[in-house]
């Protein structure tokens, strides 16, 4: 694939740390939910850094929106997020990914676990089933660690109001809302086993986020019979180069 040159046109923030940008990518032909693009900036001096960072949006003509969580000591997130601005070039390549992506044609139920950033291409997915008219049910249960760490929190309520067959349950880590029935705490096997489709269903299970999380949420789907075949992983940190 080649590097094409996308344009800034508004960056909106999500939470203190998480931004969505929203580029214009003339001659964009589309892209399944679940799929990343590259990006990739270059210094005056010729050095180079590539991150890979999840497509947040449904397939919208030459709209590309990337909801990227700056790290304080990232190479490349806090760039993107503070010192980009509306009309400024970037450099992507992209589409990527044929197997963590979700499309309307399926009908089978849909479990979706995320962790932290790990929302955005499952996000995509929630979106893409919305602009689709698709009625295959959908649950989403996203761990974060405060109320205050929730990306897309207004979308994912009126979302959750509004479109029959999604539900969204959350899972705080640190900090709970007042009155949260359930302390704060990782997802484990009983928070699984209220919240998410039961292996006699088989849904397809998408789950994203850092590494750790990601291994021990398929670890417990499988544990609660889920199938290994209908569990797609995508996972990030250090490793994965997205800061």
């Known amino acids: 694939m080649s590097w094409r040159v996308a344009t800034l046109v508004e960056r909106n923030r999500e939470t203190a740390t998480a931004h969505t940008l929203v580029l214009d990518v003339p001659d964009w032909a589309g892209h399944d939910a679940g799929q990343h693009v590259d990006v990739r900036l270059t210094a005056p001096d010729g050095y180079s850094a590539v991150r890979s960072y999840s497509i947040a949006n449904a397939a919208q003509g030459n709209r590309l929106e990337l909801t990227i969580e700056e790290l304080a000591d990232g190479e490349v997130s806090p760039y993107l997020s503070e010192e980009l601005t509306p009309g400024d070039p970037v450099e992507i390549r992209g589409p ?79 900090s709970a809302p007042e009155g949260w029935p359930r302390a704060p705490q990782r997802i484990d096997a009983a928070l699984l086993g209220e919240t998410a489709f039961a292996a006699t269903i088989q849904p397809s299970c998408y789950v994203c986020g850092p590494t750790p999380f990601v291994e021990a949420a398929a670890n417990l789907l499988i544990a609660a019979g889920h199938d290994a075949d209908r569990i797609k992983t995508e996972r990030f940190g250090p490793s994965a180069g997205g800061s």
């Open 96 to 174: 990527i990914g044929g197997w963590f992506i979700w499309r309307p044609a399926q009908t089978e139920p849909v479990q979706l676990i995320a962790g932290g950033s790990g929302i955005v291409p499952l996000m995509a997915m929630i979106r893409q089933r919305a602009s689709s008219g698709s009625a295959a049910v959908f649950r989403l249960l996203y761990s974060v660690r405060s109320p205050q760490s929730i990306i897309y929190e207004n979308e994912l309520a009126q979302r959750a109001r509004n479109e029959a067959g999604l539900g969204v349950m959350f899972a705080y880590t640190r």
